[in-house]
């Protein structure tokens, strides 16, 4: 993997000084086509725009076609480039359909979101959701360049904000004490821009040091899913019940959750353990979860792809900084887990 990541959008005119292209294309949502390309279109020579609408639910294969069809009808060719410009929808649905189109043709990640900025721009995981299964199609594709632009984050709604927190707090967890500590002197809500800036900067080198190892996700990679086995099934069980928790809502209750199951069942400390509820407590409002469907939630989690098996495996938190994965976790213990999460 070669290192492509530039701070500012000022990095973007180099970028076409060394690299030519017969078209330019820019992939945007509505919400990135209003308040991200008035930004990015000074710096960007001619070109063209293709929307989608925004939303997860947008995600697919249906979206890919029109984007390739477009593709087809403003005559792109092998020497194209896309520029992905939005959220972590667009720069994972963009990165794929450039990655196929014609075999594949240079595409530059633009992410606007803090989300997408800290974690889904970074790593060259690509994708789309197909028959309900999260991310399901994909391939793994580097941008020949990755930009960031904190300035976006203005008119990003505060919830998503607040969201994405929990992904970055995931990576303090997977880094150090020192990094967990700052997370639990500073609630993010209260965070200055120059803080956040400086919490961009760390996730995404932290997370471009690990995948960098890892690029096809066969071992150390694997230690970002922390968290992660029961987030993906609350966020499922609230999809079906009509009324979705954004992925980093259901992320940070994953984090307390598994850090249940690691405090009572393996090695981690309790004082570890308080902390992640603490920072919980100190950034999150905990959503209505008395009418949990324990078996339900459950049979979401064996869906999950990091089972071998059908039996359910977690990465586990042994203390800030280390994690121990593949750890067999029977249905009884996730139960004594998800009952916490009603009551604490
Ligand atoms: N590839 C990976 O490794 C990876 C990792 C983590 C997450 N992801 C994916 O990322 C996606 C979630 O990303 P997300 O949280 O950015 O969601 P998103 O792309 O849906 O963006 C959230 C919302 O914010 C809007 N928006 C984005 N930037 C804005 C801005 N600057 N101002 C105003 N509105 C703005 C979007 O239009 C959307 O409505 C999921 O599909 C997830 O699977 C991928
Ligand atoms: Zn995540």
């Known amino acids: 993997m070669i290192k492509v990541i530039k701070f500012g959008l000022k990095a973007i005119p180099p970028f076409f000084k060394i690299n030519t292209y017969s078209s330019v294309f820019v992939l945007v949502d509505e919400n990135s086509r209003k308040h991200c390309l008035p930004l990015l279109v000074p710096y960007l020579p001619g070109h063209q725009i293709i929307q989608i609408k925004s939303g997860e639910k947008h995600k697919t294969l249906t979206s890919c076609e029109f984007i390739w069809a477009s ?132 996730s995404n080198r932290f997370k471009w040091s690990v995948v960098s190892k890892d690029s096809m996700d066969k071992n150390i990679r694997q230690q970002l899913n922390l968290g992660h086995t029961i987030a993906h099934a609350l966020e499922s069980y609230f999809i079906a019940f009509k009324k979705p928790l954004l992925h980093g809502e259901a992320v940070a209750l994953g984090l307390v959750g598994e ?50 098996n059908s039996e359910l495996q977690l990465v586990l938190l042994e203390k800030e900084g280390s994690v121990t994965m593949n750890n067999v976790v029977s249905h009884s213990q996730l139960k004594l887990a998800l009952k916490f999460l009603v009551d604490f």
């Open 71 to 202: 593709l087809l009808k403003k005559h792109a060719d092998r020497n194209s480039l896309l520029i992905n410009l939005g959220g972590g929808v667009i720069t994972d649905i963009g990165a794929f359909c450039a990655s196929v189109f014609m075999r594949g043709v240079d595409f530059v990640n633009v992410p606007t979101s803090l989300l997408a900025m800290t974690d889904a721009a970074v790593g060259g995981k690509t994708g789309v959701d197909f028959l309900n299964f999260k991310n399901m199609i994909g391939t793994f594709s580097e941008p020949k360049l990755l930009c960031i632009d904190p300035e976006f984050l203005k008119t990003l709604p505060q919830k998503q904000m607040l969201s994405a927190s929990a992904e970055i707090f995931k990576h303090a967890l997977l880094q150090n004490k020192k990094e967990v500590k700052k997370h639990l002197e500073n609630p993010f809500v209260q965070a200055t821009e120059a803080e956040i800036l400086r919490q961009i900067k760390n």
């Open 259 to 308: 850090a249940f199951i690691a405090h009572c069942f393996y090695n981690l400390s309790y004082e570890c353990f308080l902390n992640i509820v603490y920072w919980y407590d100190l950034n999150f409002k905990k959503p209505e979860l008395k009418e949990l469907n324990f078996n339900t939630l459950l049979k979401w989690m064996q869906k999950d792809k990091k089972n071998i």
